[in-house]
T-cell receptor, first 114, second 111 residues
Framework: DTGVSQDPRHKITKRGQNVTFRCDPI?????LYWYRQTLGQGPEFLTY????????KSRLLSDRFSAERPKGSFSTLEIQRTEQGDSAMYLC????????????FGPGTRLTVL | DQQVKQNSPSLSVQEGRISILNCDYT??????FLWYKKYPAEGPTFLIS?????DKNEDGRFTVFLNKSAKHLSLHIVPSQPGDSAVYFC??????????FGQGTRLTINP
């Protein structure tokens, strides 16, 4: 399977704990995006990378959130001191920097903070 | 502010008929528009896109229309099939960067 993969698919944690999610993009894609989706809403942009450089961060991304893409391949999204409001589906997408901006999404990681 | 809006949360269409999903946007700098389809517990799947220099793009049963003066786009699916039942999101971007999504429309195709 050469699509975008995310791990884990589901994560249940207690408030105050740290969690880390991983995304593996389509191998030839140099752009990688993180989005968050809550019930009844469309995905909301969090941050994106071109190769290993983080080019933009949304104001939704508080200081408790950090994302990395150390070698320009896979990416991790860490949430520190989780809060109940962090419960959401975290989606990763990848694309080529050139072309028509078609972004291909992974299956998402569903986070539940108790 | 909601830059991309889908004002119909749900739509029900009979199998074989045309489904029309609508989307409005406010940012005149958007230059690329996309439609995604989403099933439960899956990520969005790309369907069709259109550049702001065009007013129509067709791919099989799917056609997207763009009216820049009205800041409105629509997705037509004809004929509608039961497998088309899903949530549809429109999205827009300014340059090849982040996507701004609407809230989604749940399409149900009735046999």
């Amino acid at each position: 399977d050469t699509g975008v993969s995310q791990d884990p698919r589901h994560k249940i944690t207690k408030r105050g704990q740290n969690v880390t999610f991983r995304c593996d993009p389509i191998s030839e894609h140099n752009r990688l995006y993180w989005y968050r989706q809550t019930l009844g809403q469309g995905p909301e942009f969090l941050t994106y990378f071109q190769n290993e450089a983080q080019l933009e961060k949304s104001r939704l991304l508080s200081d408790r959130f950090s994302a990395e893409r150390p070698k320009g391949s896979f990416s991790t999204l860490e949430i520190q001191r989780t809060e109940q409001g962090d419960s959401a589906m975290y989606l990763c997408a990848s694309s080529l920097a050139t072309g028509n901006n078609e972004q291909f999404f992974g299956p998402g990681t569903r986070l539940t903070v108790l | 502010d909601q830059q991309v809006k889908q004002n119909s949360p749900s739509l029900s269409v009979q199998e074989g008929r045309i489904s029309i999903l609508n989307c409005d946007y406010t940012n005149s700098m958007f230059d690329y528009f996309l439609w995604y389809k989403k099933y439960p517990a899956e990520g969005p799947t790309f369907l069709i896109s259109i550049s702001s220099i065009k007013d129509k793009n067709e791919d099989g049963r799917f056609t997207v229309f763009l009216n820049k003066s009205a800041k409105h786009l629509s997705l037509h699916i004809v004929p509608s099939q039961p497998g088309d039942s899903a949530v549809y999101f429109c999205a827009a971007s300014e340059g090849a960067q982040k996507l701004v999504f609407g809230q989604g429309t749940r399409l149900t195709i009735n046999p």
